[in-house]
């Protein structure tokens, strides 16, 4: 019989050097938990996307189902993304390798793999690129940076371009402002010519494309849901909301992301927004067919995020509406502030967005037509034309994470404080190194919001959730405010595991808890149905 | 109980011992993540590193005390293991470090074991260590299920909710406590 090994001899067995090899033939962990499952078949068939040669297959498997000249179709991509966008050549062309983007990917600090740092998530592409695109790499090769693309290559591009949320912390710290999210935006065009994209991101898209957003919910059920809010904004305050639908000659189109309609606790924040229009008297009304305000084309490619975009565009010039105003969503802001001109704009509908309450023109607003409701409700605030009272959430403790891409790609920080710091007494700032432009990721962004991930989730967004147990922890926060759909469906898990007793809210639904509507009720529950806080004193006053 | 000449050993080589350990957790990673964790000071720059270097600092003192307190223990490992449990660690991997303390102090005092006393207050340390290990396992085993259980509510969450709020499923009314009377 084999003498059991002593625990020391097994400890002594662990390997924790650097390995042998270098990085390069390091193989990516394709182990399940450790990979996004790859996307049906149907999607990529139903968005006109090139498919894999298999309908069912993993990432775990040795053999890719992909044709057998997909190298050849990666190369003509690639050739045909340099020509087509300058900003790829340059991106490929100019990084130095300073470092000072390593250490600031929240993937990085979390699970502490060197892939992760943006500066080798970017080189995985890169060095194929100097491989096959320069002078030096094609007669140097790897002395120059180069590498073949091999299908280790391949399977080391879906494994590191799917852990990256294009949230461009990396990009703020960047001396060359090189945009690593577009990197990545390229790559995972090239992975989607082999039909390898992600059942998380295709299946939505596709959904988009036919129902007009993410889930899949048909227009009557849409409309129902919202009705049904409806019927708790009554129960709640007494007061009865008849939202419109599809009504032509609305003066403004309303469009939020589908995650408001079906997702608690986004359900919460789109009753904030029925009770604020319902507060103003606004003209606006409803799309069931452009019932999504998030572009996951945005994730798959610039094609996709292009006729994604166009529904909404198209919807507003049917209904002949006069501008979009936006809801709180993250990654549909970059969309409308970055790419949309380019793709769809100007606008060919309305005019320039001017608040009827204020008379406030949005000009920065002129092309897009789209105003985002922060910006149009703390002009209502700066103009006196909101009645509040913010007591009702001072059971709340509340602070704000700044959504990456409000913040990062539209400069969009101190609109949403200002709308906080009206509707709530008590609010706390999380460490200035990891809020507004330099703000953590929620780690489940970009389309990873997935749960066979969870675990890389969790450690993608441990640098939010750490900021966040320091305020918890020194100023008893409970409350986490955002202005985006996938922060309010990824936060909550990250709260529970890392800081339980942190809930997650938008910043609309602590506007409608404090809103002091016409001929309301007195309130005795927020919009969770949970006691206000001055409820509970009356009860316990009573029972004295 | 402690003994003097123990204590002595412990509290004079206690730094240096905490700073091995440390170093031996942190080998666990490959060199650029092991640099950064060990030498980013900012604890919002650097979760990890300053959870890894405060566990075990607070570990030391756990095993290093007279009498086992699983509680300090757990408060100690919890935040290390809530964190190593998600990386790309097999479960050996993910807690092995806690017995590396074993060897270094056995190596440091090979010269002291001849004392009695010195011997004895080593041999408590290794003891705790290996209490220690058992516990992790139970947290280890802990932040896996709360993960499976995230994972389960969000498939379930998805559409549930939908599914009552169209009225395709009906979930069972509050009962009445005066209508049951």
Not at chain 1, 16 to 36: Q, T
Not at chain 1, 92 to 102: I, K, L, N, S
Not at chain 1, 167 to 173: A, K, P
Not at chain 1, 319 to 329: A, D, N, S, T
Request: with cysteine; aromatic share 10%; charged share 25%.
């Amino acid at each position: 019989m084999a003498e059991t090994p002593k625990p020391d001899e097994l400890f002594e067995n662990i390997d924790h050097g650097m390995p042998d090899e270098p990085w390069e033939e390091v193989p990516p962990d394709l182990s399940e938990g450790r990979f996004c499952y790859p996307t049906k078949k149907k999607n990529l068939e139903y968005l006109d996307m090139p498919t894999t040669t298999k309908d069912e297959w993993s990432p775990a498997d040795a053999e890719w189902p992909i044709p057998d000249n997909w190298k050849e179709i990666i190369h003509e991509g690639f050739k045909d993304r340099l020509e087509k966008y300058r900003s790829l050549k340059v991106f490929m062309d100019t990084c130095v390798r300073c470092g000072a983007c390593a250490d600031k990917c929240h993937f990085f600090i979390g699970t502490g793999d060197p892939k992760n740092m943006p500066v080798l998530r970017a080189e995985l592409l890169r060095s194929v690129y100097r491989n096959d695109f320069t002078t030096a790499g094609k007669i140097l090769g790897r002395i120059a940076g180069g590498r073949p693309l091999t299908r280790q290559v391949l399977k080391e591009w879906f494994s590191y371009f799917y852990q990256c949320t294009e949230c461009r912390r990396c990009s703020v710290y960047c001396p060359y402002g090189i945009d690593t999210a577009e990197v990545t935006m390229m790559a995972r065009e090239l992975l989607s010519l082999l039909g390898l994209n992600i059942n998380w991101i295709l299946e939505p898209a596709a959904n988009c494309f036919r129902t007009g957003n993410h889930l899949g919910i048909q227009p009557h059920a849409f409309r129902e849901m919202i009705e049904f809010f409806c019927d708790d904004i009554e129960e709640i305050t007494g007061v009865k909301i008849e939202p419109t639908f599809n009504r032509k000659g609305a003066e403004i189109l309303f469009i939020t992301p589908s995650g408001d309609v079906f997702a608690d606790p986004g359900t919460y924040t789109m009753m904030g927004y029925l009770l604020l229009f319902e507060h103003l008297g606004l003209d606006y009304t409803l799309s069931t067919y452009a019932s999504e305000g998030g572009n996951f084309g945005l994730f798959t490619s610039s094609e996709m995020m292009k006729r994604l975009n166009a529904k909404m565009y198209a919807e507003a010039g049917r209904l002949g509406v006069k501008w979009i105003l936006g809801g709180e969503c993250g990654h549909m802001w970059r969309v409308i502030h970055q790419y949309m001109d380019t793709m769809n704009g100007p606008a060919d509908f309305g005019e320039t967005p001017k608040s009827p309450v204020t008379g406030t023109v949005f000009e920065n607003a002129a092309s897009t037509r789209m105003v985002h409701i922060t910006e149009f409700t703390a002009d209502l605030l700066r103009n006196n034309k909101l009645k509040l009272d913010p007591s009702r959430n001072d059971n709340k403790v509340v602070t704000f994470h700044d959504s990456c891409n409000p913040s990062r790609a539209m400069g969009l920080l101190e609109e949403p404080r200002y709308v906080l710091k009206h509707a709530c007494n008590h609010f706390y700032e999380m460490p200035e190194n990891t809020i507004r432009e330099q703000t953590f990721c929620c780690g489940s962004g970009s389309g990873l919001n997935t749960e066979e991930i969870m675990e890389l989730r969790l450690l993608g967004g441990l640098p939010r959730a750490n900021a966040v147990k320091y305020v918890h922890d020194k100023y008893g926060v409970n409350m986490l405010a955002c202005i985006c759909a996938i922060d309010r469906a990824a936060l909550p898990p990250l709260m529970d595991y890392w800081v339980p007793g942190v809930d997650v809210t938008g910043i609309h639904e602590m506007v409608g808890n404090a809103l002091l509507m016409e001929g309301e009720a007195e309130r005795t529950m927020d919009l969770r149905f949970e006691p206000l806080p001055y409820a509970e004193e009356t009860e316990e006053d009573a029972d004295e | 109980m402690g003994n003097r000449a123990g204590d002595e050993i412990i509290s004079a080589n206690r730094d240096r011992w905490i700073s091995k350990w440390f170093e031996a957790l942190i080998r666990s990673y490959p060199e650029e993540s092991a640099r950064f964790f060990k030498d980013t000071r900012d604890p919002f720059s650097n979760p990890v590193g300053a959870a890894l270097e405060k566990g075990i600092r607070d570990l030391f003192d756990v095993v290093a005390a007279d009498v086992f307190d699983s509680r300090a223990a757990r408060d100690a490992l919890e935040p290390v293991i809530k964190v190593r449990s998600l990386q790309e660690f097999t479960p050996s991997e993910a807690l092995g470090f806690i017995a590396e303390i074993k060897t270094i102090i056995k190596q440091d005092s090979a010269a002291n074991r001849q004392s009695g006393t010195v011997a004895e207050s080593i041999d408590r340390i290794a003891d705790n260590a290996d209490r220690a290990l058992l516990a992790a396992f139970d947290i280890y085993m802990d932040c896996k299920k709360h993960v499976y259980n995230l994972r389960a509510r969000q498939a379930r969450d998805s559409v549930r909710q939908l599914l009552v709020k169209k009225e395709l499923i009906s979930e069972l009314p509050e009962i009445d406590p005066e209508l049951t009377q």
